[in-house]
């Protein structure tokens, strides 16, 4: 046997060992177990990126960026009784040494949407290996001068991810790193110029997380007497309100941008943002109709121009739920949409285009929701969204706001229900 092997089957061992005495985190396999939600901090860290820049002599030289560490968000579930991981990952801030070829920098990989698999299942007081994926977006920026200021240019990845977490609790410690399999792009450091980047093959991180069981309390309730409480009240269909965190991807290219303005970002990268909405839901036929409202903002900056793309939508979504396996409903749906685009650019202080259309576009409507019985108060969902068709023009080239939308957690709550269970609760004490 190789020393490799050894090893390998040494570690298998340690782990499945643990496994004897170790409790599971999801004990029971039941609807109301299916899910549990987790919100944390990351710390990552990104090695050196390599980079270029034109000096003060109008020189191609090349660049080094230093380490730097990164505070992130992280809100997500585990699903299917601890197998699989979703979450999303927002950075927070950035620190990062000063170097003297440059005044400001920054390097970052952005919005990270990931699934991880833990093939052992979560366990408490047990080290639980897992494998993943993500999709996310390297970042770059640099300023030499006042002159010299260029945009934030991204790439969407993969990334693969490996790593070992510890959970006493309600308390989830973890330790990963990722893997940036396409990891080189090219930056504009000046309007005619332009260098390669590089980023570093791994990134290591550190997070800590809380658990919240949000369903498994709610075993112990009578859901069968409040259930046929609502039914016989006629409330089983009902308004919802829903709100929650969402990140927009621009995926096609911009025609405008790449023939007038090659040195800004394009497609333009992630936006975060606020998805509100307030719907309808159709018991009987497990149907949905919604109201949904998003303002996205994307701005760019570099070399003396200024670039604003703003949408604002207004959908009317109508969505129908496909199957319920243990708690989880997927749904699919269509969507028409009011949508508003705006454009506003200046270069070296001058405006030179300030453009609002209003337009009509389909799109679909895609999600989830982890609903362990049908007249839930409260659940959560997850939203994915796409318009195919949007995008406007400038001075006859295309700008394009075809954006994949994915709403991960949204908080869905019925008020009608909430005040019905007081008022069941009142009546049977």
């Given at each position: 046997?190789?020393?490799i092997?050894?090893?390998?089957y040494?570690?298998?061992?340690?782990?499945?060992?643990q496994?004897?005495?170790?409790?599971?985190?999801?004990?029971?396999?039941?609807?109301?177990r299916?899910a549990?939600?987790?919100i944390?901090?990351?710390?990552?860290?990104?090695?050196?990126?390599?980079?270029?820049?034109?000096s003060?002599?109008?020189?191609?030289?090349?660049?080094?960026?230093?380490?730097?560490?990164?505070?992130?968000?992280?809100?997500?579930?585990?699903?299917?009784?601890?197998?699989?991981d979703?979450?999303v990952?927002?950075?927070?801030?950035?620190i990062?040494?000063?170097?003297?070829e440059?005044?400001?920098?920054?390097?970052?990989?952005?919005?990270?949407?990931?699934?991880r698999?833990?093939?052992?299942?979560?366990?408490?007081?047990?080290?639980?290996p897992?494998l993943?994926?993500?999709?996310s977006?390297?970042?770059?920026?640099?300023?030499?001068?006042e002159q010299?200021?260029?945009?934030?240019?991204?790439?969407?990845?993969?990334?693969l991810?490996g790593?070992?977490n510890?959970?006493?609790?309600?308390?989830w410690?973890e330790l990963?790193a990722?893997?940036?399999?396409a990891r080189?792009?090219?930056?504009?450091?000046?309007?005619?110029t332009?260098?390669?980047?590089?980023?570093?093959?791994f990134?290591?991180q550190?997070?800590?997380?809380?658990?919240?069981?949000?369903?498994?309390?709610?075993?112990?309730?009578?859901?069968?007497?409040f259930?046929q409480?609502?039914?016989?009240?006629?409330?089983?269909?009902?308004?919802?309100?829903?709100?929650g965190?969402?990140?927009?991807?621009?995926l096609?290219?911009?025609?405008?941008?790449?023939?007038?303005?090659?040195?800004?970002n394009?497609?333009?990268?992630n936006?975060?943002?606020?998805d509100?909405?307030i719907?309808?839901?159709?018991?009987?036929?497990?149907?949905?109709i919604?109201?949904?409202?998003?303002?996205?903002?994307?701005?760019?900056?570099?070399?003396?121009l200024?670039?604003?793309?703003?949408?604002?939508?207004i959908?009317?979504?109508?969505?129908k739920y496909?199957?319920?396996?243990?708690?989880?409903?997927?749904?699919?749906?269509?969507?028409l949409?009011?949508?508003?685009?705006?454009?506003?650019?200046i270069?070296?202080?001058?405006q030179?285009?300030?453009?609002d259309?209003?337009?009509?576009?389909?799109?679909?409507?895609?999600?989830?929701?982890?609903r362990?019985?049908?007249y839930?108060?409260?659940?959560?969902?997850?939203n994915?969204r796409?318009?195919?068709?949007l995008?406007t023009?400038?001075?006859?080239?295309?700008i394009?706001?075809?954006?994949?939308?994915?709403n991960?957690?949204?908080?869905?709550?019925?008020?009608?229900?909430?005040l019905?269970?007081?008022k069941?609760?009142?009546?049977?004490?």
């Amino acid at each position: 046997m190789s020393r490799i092997s050894f090893f390998f089957y040494c570690g298998w061992f340690i782990l499945g060992s643990q496994s004897v005495w170790a409790q599971k985190v999801v004990e029971q396999q039941t609807r109301f177990r299916f899910a549990q939600m987790h919100i944390g901090i990351d710390g990552q860290y990104i090695p050196p990126v390599q980079g270029g820049y034109v000096s003060a002599t109008g020189e191609q030289r090349p660049l080094t960026l230093p380490g730097t560490y990164h505070p992130r968000f992280t809100i997500g579930a585990t699903h299917f009784w601890g197998l699989v991981d979703l979450y999303v990952s927002f950075p927070l801030t950035s620190i990062r040494p000063k170097i003297d070829e440059v005044q400001e920098y920054g390097v970052s990989t952005n919005v990270a949407t990931g699934a991880r698999i833990h093939p052992l299942q979560l366990r408490y007081h047990r080290i639980n290996p897992y494998l993943g994926v993500n999709w996310s977006t390297l970042s770059y920026i640099q300023r030499v001068n006042e002159q010299l200021s260029g945009a934030t240019f991204t790439k969407d990845v993969i990334a693969l991810e490996g790593g070992l977490n510890w959970i006493t609790g309600h308390h989830w410690f973890e330790l990963g790193a990722q893997y940036l399999p396409a990891r080189d792009f090219s930056y504009a450091t000046s309007r005619e110029t332009r260098t390669p980047v590089r980023f570093p093959a791994f990134t290591a991180q550190l997070s800590y997380k809380f658990l919240i069981d949000v369903t498994r309390p709610l075993e112990k309730d009578n859901k069968a007497a409040f259930g046929q409480y609502l039914r016989d009240h006629r409330q089983l269909s009902g308004f919802h309100i829903d709100v929650g965190p969402s990140a927009a991807f621009t995926l096609p290219r911009s025609e405008y941008n790449a023939r007038t303005r090659p040195y800004l970002n394009n497609p333009s990268g992630n936006s975060t943002f606020l998805d509100a909405s307030i719907g309808y839901y159709f018991y009987k036929p497990d149907f949905d109709i919604r109201l949904a409202h998003r303002h996205i903002v994307a701005d760019h900056a570099a070399y003396g121009l200024s670039q604003q793309l703003d949408r604002r939508s207004i959908s009317l979504e109508v969505y129908k739920y496909l199957l319920d396996y243990h708690g989880f409903v997927p749904f699919l749906g269509l969507s028409l949409s009011r949508e508003q685009l705006k454009i506003h650019e200046i270069d070296k202080g001058v405006q030179v285009t300030d453009q609002d259309e209003q337009q009509l576009t389909p799109g679909l409507v895609v999600g989830w929701d982890i609903r362990p019985v049908r007249y839930e108060s409260i659940l959560l969902r997850t939203n994915l969204r796409y318009s195919p068709f949007l995008k406007t023009r400038v001075n006859g080239q295309t700008i394009s706001f075809q954006q994949l939308e994915f709403n991960f957690i949204q908080a869905v709550i019925y008020p009608q229900r909430i005040l019905a269970r007081r008022k069941f609760l009142k009546e049977n004490r």
